[in-house]
């Protein structure tokens, strides 16, 4: 009878433990085994525990830093970075789920970072991260003079799908890109607090991009046709509802960037349904030779 008043005391004293510890975590309703993976990798990553951030990481993990570096899951854990979003605080988090994709933005302030999760046969692990700090620019946009064509993105680019979501993907990625009406099809309509820029930050919505480019449009009509910005190289990972897509696009009369997405069937229409453009600090402005002089 004394043993077994020990065993229920001890017990009781595990669970007082265990409910202290669950008390002092910032957790919401919100919270899912995906959430609680994401905050356990971010504190992994702020300790530098290597091992126990590289139990979350996707094999083909890379990470885009703020100041526009692609790191490969060997050389960020080699390298030792830390989040730019801390843990804990007044971080703001959105979580949008796309079956076997789960992507999860950390806001406060101006810094953002998105996180892509994917379902792997071992569990959940993280694919990809993209950090952005909003800043003013640091170089003067130039707008082009002459019309610059968009061959590329949508009539061709550096990339080969392989699976038939992914060209569907990639199909309905070239039809947003070549008019105002294809981005109006292929952009989700949902699409407020999922664009976020190295300058600009947050977007406005698709309504008001909209209207902003039909006013730009109306108010000008003699202006340089310019098209989308170009793809250098583009890497798809095909999840079966969603496809994640990195890409590297220099911006005619700006910075090249890396777009981070998630392209997804919303209706039975292949979207995008979010995005992340990181410029690239060390990149030039980037110009366009105009076609005369080819």
Sequence with gaps: MKCLITNTIAIAILCVCILTALSSMPVTAADDVVVLADRAVVQALEKGDKAAANRLLDADFTWIDTDGVMWAKEDALRAGLKPLL????????IEHRYGKVVWIQENQGNKYAAHFWVQRPAGWRLLH?????VRERDFEFVRPTYDIPCDNPCQEVPYKPLSAAEKAALDEWQEQESSPAGWAKHVADNYDQRVVSTYGGLSPSKADRIAAMTKRAQSDPNAPKVGAA????????DFGDAVVMIACQPNYGEKAYWSSRVLAPVNGLWQMVESYHNYIRASPVMTAVPEANK
């Design 129 to 133: 991260t993209t950090e952005i700090a």
């Design 230 to 237: 170009p793809a250098l190289w583009i890497r798809t990972w």
């Design 86 to 93: 801390p843990s804990g605080g007044d971080v703001k988090i």
